[in-house]
């Protein structure tokens, strides 16, 4: 008993904000109290929205009460400390901040292990057992915890919200669906879970079926890459042997160049070196004249001076040939290229012939048809970590959609300047998917991922090639470089790429048509990532869609 009495004693001097044993005890007009640095921080946290409230009790008060020092706790944690009593162990029964707490608890709280839909209520084990051992509530509805019971109460009546309008896609309590959503066609939200379920099965023998043919499209594709293999191997062992007949006939030539070389490199280094030796005795002999010339401008005799004067300065001039060894060198690699030209030609039949059945297996020809497109359709997953934090991503990471504020936390890989995002996964070698988009205009883009590109732009580089549809027109943009584009209006665009061919196609999708927008040929030299920009005002959206 005595030993309960410390706990309840000990219960009292912790702050419920910390956890911990009170620091500067303050108590708030509600009579209950914190640590003076935890109730200052948390009341700091709210002065954007004016209205400050108790953590524990949720008590509202305007203005801001002034925080004064309560003398008796204070007193009180000071004499436990010198008791021996210590603050509370950090028993693993007790809500942190990121559990649930139990709404029945007082003082410091335990965590819950269940919350009631019937009474919007969680409960931890102890303050559950009338649950389970009264018949009241045998009728109870009992999941896992959960910080979101409020969200079923309704905002206007405040009653549980237990049906569900389907003219409006949201649920409601008894009194809106007699007064608010009059006439519409409500009913329960349990018959509407059913319905979902029934419809959610549905999706599932969908998607079950769709893994079944996708296996059956990767068996496929192995014994396409096999095909491929065999095709290739056949390949390198024909092209082995015509380069090594090719190599001999250049080691031959390369041989006959390098005699040449070397003969006509002997004579004109021999040349060079003569004509070296004399323009170094023009320059001696020119040195000992400016040395006189200048010894002869210091005489103050005039008559010595014109006298002594040199009747001509002139000197004998060299003349220094080209050096035609060059043109000797160049004449016989001519020569060399020619004939090594001739055999290319007599064997380059063979080469292309091997090579263009290579070729034709790796290049697939382009779909035609929605239909075929959509054979490579491919589901493709937005990256948060990448997401401005002026964007919002659904659930699914599937939908972006633009805010005024800051969403997501600092990340090394977040775009910065603009309201971009990148998908999770890298692009597979040939795909397809089509975006959505919202009243605003949309970029959709193909990218690099690296450090270098949080702070570009799709289009604006070398690494991003990017589509703009707007409501009335397209642009196409790579290197800062804008492409008018023509084409019928659709708020859905295609995406088609083919990496191994370097190609990248976009389309506008209407209900019946495909219309090809833009395509480029390039070559890709790195993992390829799907990319979305969002532009205009908050609320604009856009959204993969895949097949």
């Not at 990256?383 to 991503?393: G, H, I, K, M, Q």
């Not at 699914?396 to 990148?422: A, C, D, M, W």
């Not at 990496?499 to 999708?509: C, D, E, K, N, T």
């Not at 030299?525 to 920009?533: D, H, K, N, V």
Request: with cysteine.
């Amino acid at each position: 008993m005595a030993q309960k009495g410390a706990q309840l004693d000990q219960d009292a001097i912790c702050c419920s904000i910390c956890l911990d044993v009170l620091k500067d005890p303050a108590t708030i007009p509600c009579g209950h109290s914190f640590c003076m640095n935890c109730i200052k921080t948390h009341w700091d946290e709210e002065d954007e929205k004016e209205v400050y409230s108790c953590p524990q009790c949720r008590k509202s008060f305007t203005p801001r009460p002034v925080l004064l020092k309560s003398i008796m706790l204070a007193d009180l944690v000071e004499k436990q400390k010198k008791t021996g009593l210590q603050a509370a162990p950090a028993d693993h029964c007790y809500a942190g901040a990121e559990d649930v707490a139990c709404d029945v608890c007082t003082g410091r709280k335990l965590r819950a292990c269940k919350s009631c839909l019937q009474c919007l209520i969680s409960y931890c084990e102890k303050h559950l057992q009338p649950h389970y051992e009264s018949p009241a509530f045998g009728k109870h509805k009992l999941v896992e915890p959960s910080k979101k019971l409020q969200e079923n109460i309704c905002s206007l009546h405040d009653e549980v919200m237990k049906m569900f309008c389907r003219t409006d896609q949201q649920f409601i309590c008894y009194l809106c669906s007699v007064d608010e959503h009059k006439g519409h066609n409500t009913v329960s939200a349990a018959a509407e879970r059913t319905e979902r379920q029934r419809e959610l099965e549905g999706s599932r023998l969908n998607i079950q079926k769709r893994i079944q043919d996708r296996e059956k499209e990767v068996k496929l594709l192995q014994q396409e890459v096999e095909a491929v293999n065999g095709s290739a191997d056949k390949a390198v062992e024909d092209s082995e042997k015509m380069f090594t007949e090719l190599m001999r006939l250049m080691e031959k030539r390369r041989s006959d160049v390098k005699q040449q070389v070397i003969s006509e490199q002997t004579i004109e280094v021999n040349r060079v070196i003569d004509l070296q030796e004399k323009l170094e005795q023009e320059m001696a002999e020119l040195k000992k004249r400016d040395a006189a010339l200048e010894l002869l401008s210091h005489t103050e005799d005039h008559t010595q001076f014109i006298q002594s004067y040199p009747s001509s300065t002139h000197s004998s001039s060299i003349n220094i040939l080209p050096l035609s060894y060059l043109e000797d060198v160049k004449a016989a690699l001519s020569k060399f290229r020619d004939k090594l030209l001739d055999v290319l030609r007599d064997k380059w039949t063979n080469v292309y012939l091997t090579v263009g059945d290579v070729d034709m297996l790796l290049s697939q020809p382009q779909p035609k048809t929605r239909a075929g497109f959509l054979k490579y359709s491919r589901e493709i997953t937005l990256d948060p970590n990448t997401a401005s934090a002026r964007l919002f991503l659904s659930e699914e990471n599937q939908k972006v959609t633009s805010t005024p504020g800051e969403s997501y936390p600092n990340h090394t890989e977040r775009f910065i300047k603009y309201p971009q995002v990148l998908s999770k996964e890298s692009l597979p070698g040939r795909c397809y998917w089509e975006v959505e988009k919202g009243v605003g205009g949309v970029a959709v883009a193909v990218a690099y991922k690296d450090n270098d590109t949080v702070n570009e732009k799709f289009g604006d580089s070398e690494k991003s090639w990017a589509l703009g549809f707007y409501k009335k027109s397209y642009d196409f943009k790579h290197q800062k470089y804008p492409t008018p584009v023509s084409g019928p209006q659709s708020s859905k665009v295609g995406v088609y790429l083919d990496q191994s061919a370097g190609i990248l196609s976009f389309y506008s999708v209407s209900e019946k048509t495909m219309t090809l927008l833009h395509r480029i040929q390039t070559t890709f030299t790195q993992p390829l990532y799907a990319g979305l920009r969002l532009d205009g005002p908050g609320g604009n959206t856009a959204e993969m869609l895949w097949a």
